[in-house]
């Protein structure tokens, strides 16, 4: 007997009786009236709907937006700030190049060497005029603070009594770096000596982060906050201050041959100078000593009145007498320094490293010319930023000098409508106002400028501007380019 066998047709599987159950199915229709079931399929959404996202994930993605947007164009303000520190710098260094070495190969008339002897003698005296008991820098050590890499006055001091015994007729630094002098190295302090002793100088901005508050008899750093403790380094370590003119307290710990308190404020007057010990912000104990400035009593009564106006408790003050100090300026065993200093930090204060001033002139690469060298010139900008000095050809010095004489400069946006502090964008245009070297480093410094730098004729000049917007310009790993 055979079987037939009988496959069930679509049209026989949606006839009623094949229900097994009084139960509808909802897989078949429940009566011919109904419409034929469907079957769903999974077609690819519409191209308009790929990216759509929750109105969270969108108001996220905007904010983020608008934040990098704003932060671009803060760091692009930023570099106008860097710019102008930067130009200041290249302007001290051309104008003391000028008025030490550079004028002896060129003539000079009686008012430009007036001028010159004007221009070294402010250096010293800065400051003097807000109070008429601020002393200015000690006669000794006035050489140190005019020369362009501030070498240690002790050091310099006795090179000056040799030329002084010369009669070359070439002035003191020319004669001691490309002169007749340049091969002279005396005993009392050799060269090498000479050329690592720099005083290290501080900027406005670097002067910032060794400023004190006292504040209900404690002595605070103003950034920081943080109390003075100078009893967690060495016992050696001796801690030094000055009060500017102004009355600002500035202290930091003192460094032979490095780091004195001309260095505070670069050679400017004080009010008063010396030596202190802090424990967790309260003053034990004060000295009136100071090689550089050599203050008075009066200076040292000055200092006691302004800390009893601050709520410092002088009766348990140790005053000493600065005789009693045995680090002497006449001391002729100043210890050799290293090329990299220690950590003046101490943990509870956070302070810049001090480092080295490299030798910054041209006539440091000549005094020792080593092939492949290149002089270096570094200090600490704001934000612990550190900028080499840019080469800018004298050319673009004076072109951007000469472009200031008939109408203001952009320096410090005097001549902007806005507010020059603001992140919107005024400060930006601050910029196009520097040399093009200048430019470049300070986007540079601010990781605002391409990773492979491309050549001269590849940038984009928009009136004379190399434009930080051009394609390609990076804001950092994780952002995306500027455009």
């Known amino acids: ?20 159950s009084e139960y509808p199915n909802p897989t078949f229709p429940l009566s011919p009236h109904d419409p034929p079931l469907q079957t769903p399929t999974h077609a690819p959404p519409e191209p308009h709907t790929l990216g759509r996202a929750c109105p969270q994930t969108t108001a996220a993605l905007k904010v983020q937006k608008v934040y990098r947007s704003y932060r671009t164009r803060r760091r692009l303000a930023d570099s106008a700030v860097v710019a102008e520190e930067l130009w200041w710098q290249v302007i001290d260094f051309a104008r003391l190049n000028h008025s030490t070495i550079s004028f002896f190969n060129l003539p000079e008339s009686a008012a430009s060497r007036w001028s010159r002897v ?38 310099l ?4 009594e040799e030329w002084c015994k010369t009669d070359s007729g070439q002035p003191f630094f020319y004669w ?39 504040c209900e008899g404690k ?4 950034q920081s906050g943080d109390l ?45 100078a010396g030596r202190l010990e802090v424990e967790h912000g309260v ?72 480092s080295e001033e490299a030798e910054n002139t041209a006539s440091s690469i000549k005094e020792d010319p080593q092939p492949g060298s290149v002089g270096s010139y570094k200090r600490t900008l704001s934000g612990g930023l550190q900028s080499p000095r840019a080469d800018v050809p004298k050319k673009a010095i004076l072109q951007r000098i000469n472009s200031k004489k008939a109408t203001k400069s952009y320096q410090l946006g005097h001549q902007l409508s806005h507010r020059w502090s603001t992140g919107a964008g005024p400060r930006i245009g601050c910029v196009a106002d520097y040399p093009v070297e200048l430019r470049l480093q300070a986007l540079e410094m601010l990781n605002l400028s391409p990773k492979v730098p491309p050549s001269p004729s590849s940038y984009r000049f928009v009136g004379g ?8 310009t990076r804001i950092d790993s994780d952002e995306n380019s500027v455009h």
């Open 1 to 20: 007997m055979e079987v037939q066998t009988h496959t069930l047709s679509t049209f026989d599987i949606h006839q009623p009786q094949f229900r097994s």
């Open 118 to 155: 004007k221009l070294n003698a402010s250096k010293v005296g800065k400051g003097l005029y807000l109070d008429a008991k601020a002393q200015k820098l000690a006669f000794q050590h006035w050489i140190e603070a005019i020369d362009p890499r501030h070498r240690y006055g002790h050091n």
């Open 157 to 160: 001091h006795y090179y000056y």
């Open 176 to 214: 001691l770096d490309l002169g007749n002098g340049k091969n002279i190295d005396l005993e009392q302090c050799p060269r090498s000596k000479l050329r690592k002793q720099c005083i290290k100088y501080l900027g406005p901005q670097e002067r910032e982060h060794y400023e004190f508050i006292v």
């Open 219 to 222: 002595i605070i750093h103003k």
């Open 228 to 272: 003075l403790h100078t009893k967690e380094d060495s016992k050696d370590a001796k801690w030094i201050f000055v009060m500017s003119t102004s009355k600002k307290l500035y202290a930091g710990k003192k460094k032979k041959g490095l780091f004195h308190h001309s260095s505070f404020l670069a050679g400017g007057a004080t009010l008063a």
């Open 283 to 354: 003053l034990k104990s004060i000295s009136a000593y100071s090689g550089h400035y050599r203050p008075t009593d009066d200076a040292l009564n000055s200092f006691v009145s302004y800390l009893k106006e601050n709520g410092v408790n002088i009766d348990e003050v140790e005053v000493r007498n600065p005789k009693d100090d045995t680090d002497t300026y006449e001391d002729s065993k100043v210890s050799e320094i290293a090329t990299a200093p220690e950590d003046s930090s101490n943990g509870k204060i956070s302070k810049p490293v001090v």
């Open 465 to 472: 501007l190399v434009s930080p917007m051009a394609n390609g």
